[in-house]
């Protein structure tokens, strides 16, 4: 019997699969050393999960560190305004701002207030919509109204749904747990992380907990339950390890204080009880994790790329061969590295620059000391994570399987 066109095209797609496109039957984690380290991992994840619990903030202790921090008077509230054209002179004689009031019980009404920097009142127009503190009066009388921020609202919710739409029009489901990844790390940040930092748990080992836990999701939510995620998982992990140790003894090393800006000293007057310098640790691994997993991921793909290729190849044929190419990886990503930091510290670059002092003595800074290092803390974390994820996903690997879970018998 013939075979009907579209069958022949079916059957020529599937024949482009590795194995005809049939999914292997079998366990992905084939290997004995495979099932070894997915055990290994388990118990890890099982310890992190314990160490969150253990560490978990308590909330009466975070309930009366806010009551301390009074972050206005009591009884203000924030309204919408839409800035007019016009401008008045504030109750100090200064040359203000008039605004038509959008939201609260004064809706309707046109305030007097005065914007903080030249800047902003060159940047804003008449139809702008700014945010105000609205303050009641102690004796009755008519609410003072004052400055708070610009209503940019509308434009950062445009800009996180292009953001969700080009990375789901992309990546599709990838790019869809990417994002449920993304929301699990947010949750962990915001709800145990920080609170329990707060509250005078280790930041180190607080962040150490936190990390771990969000590899785990974040890992093998977007790149599934494969051999490919766990080798590049415990990489990831090795690197906080080595992160964490090497943090703890540069910051010590340093004396740095970790106490910087008018956030560092708001801290300092309100939670008295956080270890600063842990703070510096925990601030350095959590801005690694992403380049961390980016490059441990792509380290372990390639290692089963290539033993997929070469079934035939010693492991350490493999385990050299992959080396050659996480170096290229080395290289680019501590570019990254560097990049990324200097960028969130150009203001003080900026400054430090316009001391116009030699380097060997401004370099002494807190501010610049802390930046520095961050940066080599890192990229020392990130160059050691390679070479052991490259070892563990030469040691795991199926010589009869892909990255993928395919089989390449026939």
């Not at 991992?41 to 009366?64: E, K, N, T, Y």
Request: avoid cysteine; charge should be positive; charged fraction near 10%.
């Amino acid at each position: 019997m013939s075979t009907a066109p579209g069958g022949r095209r079916r059957a020529a797609r599937r024949s482009l699969l590795p194995g005809g496109g049939k999914r292997s039957g079998r366990s992905r984690h084939t290997t004995l050393a495979a099932r070894a380290l997915l055990g290994v991992l388990a118990l890890i994840g099982v310890a992190a999960v314990v160490s969150v619990a253990m560490l978990w903030p308590d909330r009466s202790g975070l309930g009366a560190l806010q009551s301390k921090a009074a972050f206005a008077p009591t009884g203000t509230t924030y309204v919408q305004a839409r800035l007019s054209d016009r401008t008045a002179t504030t109750a100090a004689g200064d040359q203000g701002s008039v605004a038509v009031l959008a939201q609260g019980p004064d809706e309707g009404r046109h305030v007097t207030f005065t914007l903080p920097r030249a800047d902003q009142r060159s940047a804003l127009g008449a139809g702008d919509t700014v945010v105000l503190a609205r303050t009641p009066s102690a004796d009755g009388s008519a609410a003072n109204y004052t400055f708070f921020a610009v209503h940019r609202g509308s434009s950062l919710w445009l800009l996180t749904a292009l953001f969700v739409v080009v990375l789901v029009a992309v990546a599709r489901w990838r790019g869809v747990m990417a994002l449920v990844g993304l929301a699990v790390a947010g949750a962990v940040l915001w709800w145990f992380v920080v609170p329990a930092m707060l509250v005078g748990h280790h930041p180190a080992l607080v962040a150490l907990a936190g990390a771990a836990v969000i590899l785990f999701v974040v890992l093998y939510s977007t790149h599934g339950v494969r051999p490919t995620t766990s080798a590049a998982l415990a990489g990831t992990l090795g690197g906080v390890a080595v992160t964490v140790a090497l943090a703890t003894w540069a910051i010590h090393a340093t004396r740095l204080s970790g106490v910087t800006g008018d956030a560092g000293n708001a801290l300092l007057s309100y939670a008295p009880d956080v270890a600063f310098p842990g703070l510096l640790v925990a601030g350095v691994v959590i801005a690694g994790l992403g380049v961390l997993n980016d490059v441990t991921i792509t380290q372990a793909s390639a290692v089963y790329e290539l033993r997929a290729a070469s079934p035939g190849a010693s492991r350490l044929h493999v385990l050299r061969a992959a080396m050659r190419i996480g170096r290229d990886h080395i290289a680019s990503t501590v570019y990254t590295i560097v990049f990324a930091y200097a960028g969130t510290a150009l203001l003080t670059l900026m400054v430090i620059r316009l001391y116009a002092q030699p380097a060997g003595l401004l370099i002494g800074t807190e501010d610049l000391s802390e930046e520095v290092v961050r940066t080599l803390v890192s990229s020392v974390g990130l160059i050691l994570a390679v070479p052991l994820t490259t070892a563990i996903a030469a040691l795991v690997a199926d010589t009869a399987g892909d990255p993928h879970g395919h089989s390449h018998g026939h």
